[in-house]
C-alpha cells in the first residue's frame, strides 16, 4: 500500500491507494482532492476556524464535495436561465414571420425593411421569386412537342417536377393568356399560351406564414407575340370597371392586351387572362372564408405588369374584400400613368419591384416621358403631361453586370443569386444611367478581342431569342 498524509488536516488521519490503481491516476485524484479540501478548509477557516470539533479529512473532503455540487447546480440553472435570455433575444431580433406578415407584405409600405434589407423580406422575395421561375422552368417551348406554348406537367405533378414538392403550395389552376397581335406574314391571330398559375399554401404552409396566402405567378416575355404587345408603348384607359371607368387612369395597351383578350379560334372556348383568373380567386376566396388570407401576386419582365395589372383588377372591384392584397414585381417595366399609379395607391395595393439598376427593361416604356418629365410638363402646362409613365409601388434596387453575358442584368436567377448572398448585394439609392456605367466599364478594362467576340455572341443570341 502507498499512504501519505495531509499536513493541514488532522495528522493521525491518512489517505490510502490501493495498489492496483495506476499511480499517475491515483495523483490526479488526489490532487483534486486536496484541492477541495483545502478550499473547503480555508473557507473554514475564515469563519473562525474549526473550534473544538476536529474536522477530518475525509469529512472535508465530503463537505467540500456538497459544496461544489450545489455550486455545479447553481451554475448550471444560470446557464440556462442566460440561454434562455438569449434565445427570447433572438426571437425579438429575428420575430417570427407568422407574427410580422403583414409588415412583410407591405402594410407600412416596407418602411425600414429595405435599407437595409431584412432578413424575413430577403427569404420572402426569394421564395416569390422562385415560383416565377417555376413557369420559365415548366413552359415547353418545342414546336413539335404537343404541348407546345403549355406547361409540360399536370397541375398536381408540377411542384414535384421540379423538385418544389416543399414549397409548402398546391397548384390549383393554370392562367392562359392571348395577344392580340395579328403577324403580317401569317394573317392569323396568336393562340393562347400557358402564363403561370394560382396556388394555394397548405396547412402546415398556413400555420408557418401566419395565414392562408393565394398566390398567382406570371412567367415574362418568351414568345415574338409576346415582345412585340411589350413594345406597343401607347396608353389606353384601363376601364375595368364597368361602372367607374375611370378614364384617365390609363395603362400600356399591348399588357391591357394580354390581360383582357380571349382565344376565340381555341375549340375549347378559352377565356381572357382576366376572366380565369377572376373565377378562380372568386372560388378560392369563397372557398377559405373565414381564414386569416393573403392575396401575393409575382412576376418577372411582363409577367410583373400582368400582376400589377391583376392586382390593380381586383382591388378596383372590390374582390378582394379588404384581403392584404401584395404584387412583387422583378424586372419590371412600368404599367401604366401617374394616374393609375394615384389609384393603385389609393386602393391599399402594396407592390415592391425588385430592379436591377442596369437593366434597361426596368427603364421602359416612357424612356423620355416619366415621373420625372411629368413634373416638368405640368410645370410649362404642356399638353402630353398625363402621357407621362410612372412606376408603382417601392424600389429594392440591386447592381449587377457582368461584360461576359450583358443579357443577365435581365434575368431572374441573376436577381434570385444575387438576393441570396447578402455580402454582395447592394440597395442603392441613386441610380446611374446604364450607358455611362457600361462606358465607364469599357474605358476601365484592356482590349481584349476574345472577351469581345464572347459578348458579341452572347448579345446576338439576346437578340436572336428577342424575336428582333
Known amino acids: 500500500m502507498y499512504r501519505t498524509s495531509l499536513p493541514f488536516l488532522d495528522p493521525r488521519k491518512s489517505i490510502y491507494w490501493s495498489a492496483s490503481s495506476h499511480p499517475l491516476n491515483s495523483l490526479r485524484r488526489m490532487a483534486t482532492r486536496i484541492s477541495s479540501s ?205 361602372h367607374e371607368p375611370r378614364p384617365e387612369v390609363k395603362v400600356e395597351v399591348g399588357f391591357l392586351s394580354m390581360y383582357t383578350s380571349d382565344d376565340s379560334t381555341s375549340r375549347f372556348g378559352m377565356d381572357s387572362c382576366r376572366e380565369q383568373l377572376l373565377s378562380e380567386l372568386s372560388r378560392l376566396i369563397t372557398k377559405h372564408r373565414g381564414e386569416e388570407l393573403s392575396i401575393t401576386f409575382s412576376g418577372h419582365s411582363m409577367g410583373s405588369s400582368l400582376a400589377i395589372l391583376a392586382g390593380y383588377d381586383i382591388a378596383e372591384l372590390g374582390l378582394n374584400q379588404g384581403i392584404p392584397t401584395t404584387v412583387y414585381s422583378f424586372a419590371g417595366p412600368r404599367v401604366g400613368n401617374a394616374d393609375f399609379k394615384a389609384r393603385c395607391e389609393e386602393l391599399g395595393l402594396k407592390v415592391l419591384r425588385i430592379v436591377n439598376v442596369n437593366d434597361p427593361v426596368t427603364k421602359l416604356p416612357g424612356v423620355f416621358l416619366n415621373e420625372n418629365m411629368r413634373a416638368w410638363c405640368a410645370k410649362h402646362e404642356l399638353p402630353w403631361s398625363c402621357s407621362c409613365y410612372a412606376h408603382v409601388g417601392v424600389e429594392l434596387a440591386l447592381d449587377f453586370f457582368r461584360m461576359r453575358d450583358p443579357a443577365c442584368v435581365h434575368d431572374l436567377e441573376a436577381y434570385i443569386r444575387l438576393l441570396r448572398c447578402p455580402d454582395v448585394m447592394q440597395v442603392q439609392e441613386e441610380e446611374d444611367d446604364f450607358l455611362l456605367k457600361a462606358i465607364r466599364l469599357l474605358s476601365s478594362c484592356k482590349f481584349d478581342a476574345k472577351l469581345w467576340h464572347e459578348a458579341a455572341v452572347n448579345m446576338g443570341n439576346l437578340m436572336q431569342s428577342l424575336g428582333i
Open 38 to 242: 483545502f478550499h473547503y478548509t480555508r473557507q473554514i477557516r475564515r469563519q473562525g476556524g474549526f473550534g473544538n470539533s476536529a474536522i477530518t479529512g475525509h469529512a472535508a473532503v465530503r463537505a467540500s464535495a456538497s459544496s461544489h455540487s450545489a455550486s455545479s447546480a447553481a451554475r448550471a440553472a444560470a446557464t440556462r436561465r442566460v440561454a434562455a435570455a438569449v434565445a427570447a433575444a433572438a426571437c425579438q431580433a429575428k420575430p417570427s414571420l407568422a407574427r410580422v406578415w403583414r409588415e412583410i407584405q407591405g402594410s407600412n409600405d416596407w418602411q425600414d425593411l429595405v435599407a437595409p434589407l431584412h432578413p424575413l423580406l430577403r427569404d420572402e422575395v426569394v421564395r416569390y421569386g422562385e415560383f416565377v421561375n417555376a413557369c420559365y422552368k415548366a413552359f415547353d417551348l418545342d414546336p413539335t412537342s404537343k404541348r407546345y406554348l403549355n406547361c409540360k406537367y399536370g397541375k398536381k405533378s408540377l411542384m414535384r417536377e421540379l423538385g418544389m414538392e416543399r414549397s409548402g403550395y398546391e397548384v390549383t389552376k393554370y392562367i392562359y393568356a392571348t395577344p392580340d397581335i395579328v403577324f403580317p406574314m401569317h394573317h392569323t391571330a396568336c393562340c393562347s399560351r400557358w402564363m403561370g398559375y394560382v396556388a394555394v399554401s397548405s396547412e402546415e404552409e398556413t400555420q408557418r406564414l401566419g395565414r392562408r396566402d393565394v398566390l398567382i405567378t406570371f412567367r415574362g416575355t418568351v414568345t415574338g407575340s409576346e415582345w412585340i404587345a411589350n413594345l406597343m408603348s401607347s396608353l389606353t384607359p384601363a376601364r375595368l370597371d364597368p
